[in-house]
């Protein structure tokens, strides 16, 4: 790799690349589309990124004429910049194979996002209060905000941007205590004011700073941080500046609490190690599909329902027929993923929901269903049929196909 060339890429409080020190493909910021395409191939650095994937992250749930021919412009468009503004080491940078795509500049890459992970991971393993407090202020630094505030709302940027600022939160927090710890009341102070700026509502923030300036005889200051915090709404009461330890005290020990509830709440919850659909009461079904509803809503991603109907053959027991309706609903939880939810509606039926999938995709998981049902011992008695339809049509046609 050339170490001649650094490549520097900024995703934390907005976006931009530059090439030993200077802004490079300036022209990027006039097509939002141009931008989130180069966002996600930088976020995704490690990964071959399938055309698919590209085109849905960009383009799902929005209503494009030929994204294939937009994302085929855009890289076009890119190239074109590379040339026009002669950067040589960015050339090659989106490599381009069969069917997939890769951010692979030829030069020395940093990426703020990614060094903030690995400054933390230094932090956690470094015995030196020192040394590690340097680690934080770096981590710090870097972190100017929230990441791709452009993208924010895009499912692609919202899991990494939480787990970044649970980081610099961290850093902060941690670098506090080693200032309290070393009396360096001053910089607290400082800390507090800068972090304010990414953390408005941050009740612990205005605490630590009015008691680092309660420390150094600052009252006046302190009582208008306090009125500031106040006026935010964050602190739950008005604190005057000498109530503030007992505060602090109030404020960890509910901290602390929470904490372990979160724990505990943890430990509750059910475990992810099961890979086949969520199965549930009808009851439980409704509620879950209400959730569906408002996150497709939010987030464009696709959404179906489906209908299983088992028919017996005329005479066939009634306590047959229920033994059969536990094996489909076993046929069921296996065939189908973890984001899918299934429910038994009637004696004979039961209802489906699957998450981002097509339609034509869709048909697949009841194919399965019905191939691994009429594997099963004795079904020979009993007719499979299913329904597909797409909620979000306004007025959906549904599908059926029946077997015996």
Not at 209 to 225: M, T, Y
Request: proline content about 4%.
């Amino acid at each position: 790799m050339d170490t001649q060339n650094l490549i520097e890429v900024k995703l934390l409080g907005g976006f931009e690349i530059r090439l030993n020190g200077e802004p490079a493909l300036k022209q990027l910021q006039t097509s939002r589309k141009a931008t989130a395409v180069m966002e996600y191939l930088i976020l995704h650095r490690d990964e071959r990124v399938s055309h698919k994937m590209l085109i849905d992250a960009i383009w799902g749930g929005q209503h494009a004429s030929n994204p294939d021919m937009a994302l085929r412009a855009i890289l076009h468009r890119v190239r074109n910049m590379v040339e026009d503004e002669q950067l040589l080491p960015l050339r090659n940078c989106i490599e381009t194979g069969r069917g997939y795509y890769q951010w692979k500049p030829e030069c020395l890459c940093r990426v703020d996002a990614f060094t903030v992970g690995d400054l933390m991971q230094q932090a956690q393993t470094e015995q030196d209060e020192f040394v590690r407090s340097k680690l934080y202020e770096q981590v710090l630094t870097l972190y100017t905000g929230r990441l791709l505030p452009r993208n924010a709302t895009e499912p692609w940027v919202q899991t990494v941007s939480v787990q970044l600022h649970a980081q610099y939160r961290t850093a902060l927090l941690n670098l506090l205590e080693l200032c309290k710890k070393w009396g360096e009341n001053e910089r607290i102070a400082a800390l507090c004011d800068r972090a304010l700026l990414l953390d408005p509502y941050e009740e612990r923030l205005y605490l630590e700073w009015i008691l680092a300036l309660q420390n150094l005889g600052r009252e006046d200051e302190a009582r208008l941080v306090s009125e500031r915090g106040t006026a935010m709404g964050c602190l739950h009461r008005k604190v005057e500046p000498e109530r503030a330890d007992s505060a602090y005290r109030q404020l960890r020990q509910a901290d602390i609490a929470m904490e372990e509830d979160l724990r505990t709440l943890m430990q509750d919850l059910p475990s992810d190690i099961d890979n086949g659909a969520v199965m549930c009461s009808f009851e439980e079904f409704c509620t879950a599909y209400r959730v569906a509803r408002g996150m497709q809503a939010r987030l464009g991603e696709p959404l179906f329902l489906a209908l299983l109907r088992l028919t017996p053959v005329r005479g066939t027991s009634a306590k047959r027929t229920e033994d059969m309706m536990k094996q489909l609903g076993e046929v069921v939880h296996t065939a189908l993923r973890r984001s899918d939810v299934a429910a038994r509606r009637f004696d004979t039926q039961y209802v489906l929901m699957l998450n981002g999938s097509t339609m034509e995709a869709g048909v697949g998981p009841l194919e399965r269903i019905k191939t691994e049902f009429y594997r099963l011992p004795n079904h020979e008695r009993f007719l499979l049929s299913y329904t597909m339809y797409d909620p979000e049509a306004v007025s959906s046609t549904p599908f059926a196909r029946e077997n015996h």
